[in-house]
C-alpha cells in the first residue's frame, strides 16, 4: 500500500514508518519544511492549513500521528492553547486536503485518546460511552470531530483511542528514575484505573485497520487487562526489582502539576476495547509485566 503519515518522528511514529516499510508498504512522511525535502517526505504546514491533495491523492491511508505531548509541562493556557492547535490544525489540514484529493485515500487513522471519556471512576466504557468532561474530554471531542470530517463515500476513518503506550520513552520512560532509586508507588488512592497499551500492540492495530476495510470509528485502543495505578506501580517494581511502597500524595501531584495531575494521574478512567475485540483482534502484549519488559528489552 501506499501509506501517508504525520507525526512520523514520535514515539509511535518513529517505529511504526520502519514497521510498515519492512511490510513491504511504500511510506511518505509529511514534514514541515520547505527545504531539503527527501525523496520518501513531503512539504506541508498545518499552523497555516497548507498541504497539497496532489500529495495523498491516491493514496491508500493516510495515519495522522500529531500532536504535541500531553505530559510535557504544567497546563498554562498557553500549553493547552499549544496542545490543542498542533492536534486540530493538523488534522483539519489532512481532512480538508483528503476532501480535494483526486482520487482520495481509501482510510484516515487519526491518534486520539482515552481521555475523551474524562474520569468516570469505576464505570466501564466502551466506544458507545458519552464523552466525559474536562480539558482532554474536550480537546479529544474536537479533535475526533475534525478528523471525521474526511468521512465520505470513499473515505473510511478509523479513531485510536489510545491508552497509556508503554514504550521505551514517554509516560514509561519518565517514571523509570524515581523507580529505580526505589522511590516509586501508586499516586493519590491507588485505585484509579489506568488503561494502557503495548507499543507492539498499537502497530498491530494500524496493520489490523489497514487490512480490514469494514472496520470504522472510535477504537478503544487499550489492554483488556483492567490495571489500577496500585497494580501498574507494583508491576514495574516487580520487573525492576525495586520495592514500589512509597505513595505520592494526591495533593503533591497536584502541587507539582496542577490539573495535569488530575487528569492524568487521578482521574479513572476503565476502558474496554470493545470494538476491537469484536472485530477479532488479538492483542499480543495483554499483560502489563509483559508490555514493559518488552518495552525495557
Same mark, same amino acid.
Given at each position: =500500500?501506499?501509506?501517508?503519515?504525520?507525526?512520523?518522528?514520535?514515539? %509511535?511514529?518513529?517505529?511504526?514508518?520502519?514497521?510498515?516499510?519492512?511490510?513491504?508498504?511504500?511510506?511518505?512522511?509529511? *514534514?514541515?519544511?520547505?527545504?531539503?525535502?527527501?525523496?520518501?517526505?513531503?512539504?506541508?504546514? &498545518?499552523? #497555516?492549513?497548507?498541504? +497539497? &491533495? #496532489?500529495?495523498?491523492?491516491?493514496? +491508500?491511508?493516510? %495515519?495522522? @500521528?500529531?500532536?504535541?505531548?500531553?505530559?510535557?509541562?504544567?497546563?498554562?493556557?498557553? *500549553?493547552?492553547?499549544? @496542545?490543542?492547535?498542533?492536534?486540530? +490544525?493538523?488534522?483539519?489540514?489532512?481532512?480538508?486536503?483528503?476532501?480535494?484529493?483526486?482520487?482520495? &485515500?481509501? @482510510?484516515?487513522?487519526?491518534?486520539?485518546?482515552?481521555?475523551?471519556?474524562?474520569?468516570?471512576?469505576?464505570?466501564?466504557? +466502551?466506544?458507545?460511552?458519552?464523552?466525559?468532561?474536562? !480539558?482532554?474530554?474536550?480537546?479529544?471531542?474536537?479533535?475526533?470531530?475534525?478528523?471525521?470530517?474526511?468521512?465520505?463515500?470513499?473515505?473510511?476513518?478509523?479513531?485510536?483511542?489510545?491508552? =497509556?503506550?508503554?514504550?521505551?520513552?514517554?509516560?514509561?520512560?519518565? =517514571?523509570?528514575?524515581?523507580?529505580?532509586?526505589?522511590?516509586?508507588?501508586?499516586?493519590?488512592?491507588?485505585?484509579? !484505573?489506568?488503561?494502557?497499551?503495548?507499543?507492539?500492540?498499537?502497530?498491530?492495530?494500524?496493520?489490523? #485497520?489497514?487490512?480490514?476495510?469494514?472496520?470504522?470509528?472510535?477504537?478503544?485502543?487499550?489492554?483488556?487487562?483492567?490495571?489500577?495505578?496500585?497494580?501498574?506501580?507494583?508491576?514495574?517494581?516487580?520487573?525492576?526489582?525495586?520495592?514500589?511502597?512509597? &505513595?505520592?500524595?494526591?495533593?503533591?501531584?497536584?502541587?507539582?502539576?496542577?490539573? =495535569?495531575?488530575?487528569? @492524568?494521574?487521578?482521574?479513572?478512567?476503565?476502558?474496554?476495547?470493545?470494538?476491537?475485540?469484536?472485530?477479532? !483482534?488479538?492483542?499480543?502484549?495483554?499483560?502489563?509485566?509483559?508490555?514493559?519488559?518488552?518495552?525495557?528489552?
Amino acid at each position: =500500500m501506499k501509506v501517508i503519515i504525520s507525526g512520523a518522528s514520535g514515539l %509511535i511514529g518513529s517505529v511504526l514508518l520502519p514497521a510498515l516499510e519492512a511490510d513491504g508498504h511504500e511510506v511518505l512522511r509529511l *514534514v514541515r519544511t520547505a527545504t531539503d525535502v527527501g525523496p520518501k517526505e513531503a512539504s506541508w504546514d &498545518p499552523a #497555516a492549513g497548507s498541504l +497539497d &491533495p #496532489a500529495v495523498i491523492a491516491g493514496a +491508500d491511508a493516510v %495515519i495522522n @500521528l500529531n500532536g504535541h505531548n500531553v505530559a510535557e509541562g504544567r497546563w498554562s493556557a498557553q *500549553v493547552k492553547e499549544k @496542545l490543542y492547535r498542533s492536534r486540530l +490544525d493538523a488534522t483539519r489540514t489532512i481532512a480538508d486536503a483528503i476532501a480535494r484529493a483526486e482520487p482520495p &485515500p481509501e @482510510l484516515l487513522v487519526n491518534a486520539s485518546a482515552v481521555g475523551y471519556y474524562g474520569g468516570r471512576g469505576e464505570e466501564i466504557l +466502551d466506544e458507545g460511552s458519552a464523552a466525559g468532561n474536562g !480539558f482532554l474530554a474536550e480537546l479529544s471531542r474536537d479533535w475526533e470531530a475534525a478528523a471525521l470530517k474526511a468521512r465520505s463515500d470513499h473515505t473510511r476513518v478509523v479513531l485510536l483511542r489510545l491508552g =497509556m503506550v508503554i514504550a521505551n520513552g514517554g509516560a514509561l520512560g519518565r =517514571m523509570l528514575l524515581p523507580f529505580k532509586l526505589g522511590l516509586g508507588g501508586p499516586v493519590g488512592s491507588g485505585r484509579q !484505573f489506568w488503561p494502557w497499551v503495548g507499543l507492539k500492540d498499537v502497530l498491530e492495530a494500524v496493520r489490523f #485497520a489497514l487490512n480490514h476495510d469494514r472496520l470504522a470509528g472510535p477504537l478503544n485502543l487499550v489492554s483488556p487487562e483492567e490495571t489500577r495505578c496500585s497494580d501498574f506501580a507494583r508491576t514495574l517494581g516487580w520487573v525492576l526489582r525495586r520495592p514500589a511502597v512509597l &505513595p505520592a500524595p494526591a495533593f503533591a501531584a497536584r502541587l507539582a502539576l496542577g490539573e =495535569m495531575a488530575d487528569a @492524568l494521574l487521578l482521574a479513572s478512567a476503565r476502558v474496554h476495547p470493545r470494538a476491537l475485540e469484536e472485530a477479532g !483482534f488479538a492483542f499480543r502484549a495483554p499483560r502489563l509485566e509483559d508490555a514493559i519488559r518488552r518495552a525495557l528489552a
